[in-house]
Nanobody, 124 residues
């Protein structure tokens, strides 16, 4: 059974850092396209970062390039997101997800398995 559980969210001041982690079970994260998404109330879900190690691909939204780093821990079977220099506009619920089928990217289309989310709040 596929399961994704996020952790690491919290409240920080602008300029601070947080590290999100997504514990996966039922499959190996290194063999799938994996992504981090975020969503604010009333807005569409936005792709933040994606990674597909099988094809050596990593993707970032322009808004987080240079500040966020996506990575995978093979031993722990986790997908991680290091977030530095956080801004108030980064405030959202963050979700990790697994994509089915071929290809990878930051569109939510094709991502079929989702975690429950972890809240990130950045104050100015």
């Amino acid at each position: 059974q596929v399961q994704l559980v996020e952790s690491g969210g919290g409240s920080v001041q602008a300029g601070g850092s947080l590290r999100l982690s997504c514990a996966a079970s039922g499959f190996r994260v290194t063999t799938y396209c994996m992504g981090w998404f975020r969503q604010e109330p009333g807005k569409e879900r936005e792709g933040v970062a994606g990674q597909y190690l099988v094809i050596g691909a990593t993707y970032y939204a322009d808004s987080v390039k240079g500040r966020f780093t996506i990575s995978q821990d093979k031993a722990k079977n986790t997908l991680d997101l290091q977030m530095n220099n956080l801004k108030p506009e980064d405030t959202a619920m963050y979700y990790c997800a697994r994509k089915s089928g071929s290809g990878c990217g930051l569109s939510a289309r094709g991502y079929t398995d989702w975690g429950q989310g972890t809240q990130v709040t950045v104050s100015s």
